[in-house]
């Protein structure tokens, strides 16, 4: 059932910019949209599945993740109220997932058919192309991001990957020193190499005066900076 003291959360949400709330409440009923709440480890999305559902994290958050070949477990991303996944795998329809999402903690999910969406035959169709719209800037910003993670991957070392990554934060910030998005774990797994290894190669360019950091905290060198 669709809990509709969730919109002031839903507004602020960049996929649904532009709407009111009655606007919005009369748009989710129509698609079917619905609301559900996910226990700790409860799996939402499992890696290889196809999926039809657009879905968005009201409250809790949940875990991409994938398991290697000796099952250990490698977060690939924290998605927390806000969030949105599945939704270039309900537009696709024929891709599989590339991740396990699970709940961590008690987690409360917002869901609909993105065959729902596009109905032709679907009421209040100006709403729907409202909607369509900012589903398609959000998958354009997930496009670009995904290319400056190519950007990372393409880099021959493990050094210049991290420098890439570290060097586009720092300009998204505008700053040399800032905080960026991913623990040393996602980081890792970011930048496709495990946790030991960007530990390591991290202090060695600390001991080099190529960087400082605290946990999330990083600052550049002046000269890597520009």
């Known amino acids: 059932m669709l809990r509709m003291q969730r919109n002031s959360t839903l507004l602020s949400i960049p996929l649904f910019k532009g709407f009111s709330e009655p606007e919005l409440t009369e748009l989710l009923c129509h698609i079917g949209a619905e609301n559900t709440y996910c226990e700790n480890d409860k799996i939402i999305l499992h ?5 039809r559902y657009i879905y968005i994290v009201l409250s ?15 977060v690939y991303n924290k998605l927390t109220a806000g969030c949105i996944f599945g939704d270039m795998l309900a537009v696709s329809k024929q891709s599989d997932s590339p991740v396990t999402v699970k709940a961590f903690a008690k ?17 209040e169709p100006h709403l729907r192309v409202k909607l369509l719209k900012n589903l398609t800037a959000e998958l354009a910003v997930k496009y670009f991001d995904l290319q400056k993670r190519i950007d ?3 880099c021959p070392t ?26 040393r774990e996602q980081l ?14 991290l202090s060695n360019m600390k001991k ?16 890597i900076w520009h």
Do not use: W
């Not at 080099?208 to 000269?223: A, H, P, R, V």
């Open 47 to 51: 890696e290889g599945e196809k999926n």
């Open 60 to 74: 809790g958050f949940a875990l991409g993740v994938k398991y290697d070949l000796s099952g250990r477990e490698v």
């Open 107 to 123: 987690t409360e999910i917002m869901r609909f058919c993105f065959d729902n969406l596009v109905a032709i035959d679907g009421k």
């Open 152 to 154: 990372c991957l393409v």
């Open 158 to 183: 493990l050094r210049l990957k991290i420098t890439e990554y570290l060097t586009k934060q720092s300009r998204i910030q505008k700053k040399n020193t800032f905080n960026i998005p991913h623990n």
């Open 188 to 201: 890792a797994a970011y930048l496709n190499t495990d946790r030991s290894a960007l530990s390591r190669e």
């Open 208 to 223: 080099e005066g190529i960087l400082d950091y605290y946990k999330n905290s990083f600052k550049l060198n002046e000269m």
